[in-house]
Structures are given as C-alpha cells and as structure tokens.
C-alpha cells in the first residue's frame, strides 16, 4: 500500500461512481494501471463494497419516511461467546444497518431501519425480546437525518 493507493480510496470513498479514466486522472496514473490498482484494493478486501446512498426524503413520497432507530443493547453475559453469537444473530437481520460493540457503557449500538413502528416492534420482539441474553434495550428514534456518511480518515 502506498500513497497512490490511498489516494485512490480517498476518491472512491467521496465518489465510487467514478469513471476509470477519472479517477486514473484525479491521482495522476494511467488508466491501466488504476484498473489494476483497485482490481487489488478490492481482491485485498480494502473496499468491501461499494453502494448508493439514497435520499430517504426524496424517496419518502414513494416508501414513505420509513423509521431509523439508534439501539442500545446490554447483555446478561459478555463472555466472547455472548457477544459474538448476539453479533452473528443481529448482523443476519436486514432491518439492522450497522452493528457496533461499544464500552463503556452498552454492549452494543445498532443502527436499524423498518417500514414504520409495528415493523419496529416485530424486529425488537425476534432479536431483544426473544434472546434470555438481553438485560437492557434503550431505543432512540430519528427524527431527522441531516448527516450520513461512511468515509474513513485516511493519511493524506
């Protein structure tokens, strides 16, 4: 890795959408050889994937604003074991976007979304009721987005 491969993530992460030829010429490398690069970002596991991030105000008028929930969870147990097999089992579920273990404090912060608050309730009754696992569930609703973004600090 050296400093044109992390120019290269810079510029995929504000922008995966762009061009070969764009990015080749935004870090000063021929075509070919940007291929190349990113071909072995991806193959080494240094981009994970690459998604569109979706206006959910925009979309609101066809999928309606939907509901974002920021959930606190503490476990009984957190031995390994526990934590992991709590992780594995929230990490399934598609309604949870992001899964952080956390300390101090909770074990774990969620980020999910569902349709509206019964899809809420479904989701908390199958991954916090039904687990003998989980002491403690605090959720927090959203009630705006005004940032999202997943971009890494990297040494420029």
Same mark, same amino acid.
């Given at each position: 890795?050296?400093?044109?491969?992390? +120019? %290269? %993530?810079?510029?995929?992460?504000?922008? /995966?959408?762009?061009?070969? +030829?764009?990015?080749?010429?935004?870090?000063?490398?021929?075509?070919?050889?940007?291929?190349?690069?990113?071909?072995?970002?991806?193959?080494?596991?240094?981009?994970?994937?690459?998604? #569109?991030?979706? *206006?959910?105000?925009?979309?609101?008028?066809?999928?309606?604003?939907?509901?974002?929930?920021?959930?606190?969870?503490?476990?009984?147990?957190?031995?390994?074991? /526990?934590?992991? #097999?709590?992780? !594995?089992?929230?990490? !399934?579920?598609? #309604?949870?976007?992001?899964?952080?273990?956390?300390?101090?404090?909770?074990?774990?912060?969620?980020?999910?979304?569902?349709?509206?608050?019964?899809?809420? %309730?479904?989701?908390?009754?199958?991954?916090?009721?039904?687990?003998?696992?989980?002491?403690?569930? !605090?959720?927090?609703?959203?009630? !705006?987005? *005004?940032?999202?973004? /997943?971009?890494?600090?990297?040494?420029?």
């Amino acid at each position: 890795m050296d400093s044109i491969d992390i +120019q %290269l %993530l810079e510029q995929l992460q504000n922008d /995966a959408s762009l061009s070969n +030829q764009t990015l080749a010429a935004r870090v000063h490398i021929s075509p070919p050889t940007c291929l190349r690069r990113v071909k072995r970002l991806r193959d080494g596991g240094l981009i994970e994937r690459e998604i #569109a991030v979706l *206006s959910v105000d925009k979309l609101s008028v066809v999928a309606g604003h939907g509901l974002c929930a920021i959930v606190e969870i503490t476990l009984d147990r957190q031995d390994n074991d /526990a934590l992991e #097999a709590f992780e !594995k089992r929230v990490a !399934k579920d598609d #309604a949870v976007q992001q899964c952080y273990r956390v300390s101090p404090g909770p074990d774990f912060c969620l980020v999910v979304h569902t349709a509206h608050m019964p899809d809420y %309730l479904t989701l908390a009754q199958r991954l916090f009721t039904s687990d003998a696992n989980v002491r403690n569930v !605090k959720t927090f609703f959203s009630i !705006k987005r *005004s940032k999202f973004g /997943a971009r890494v600090p990297l040494p420029l």
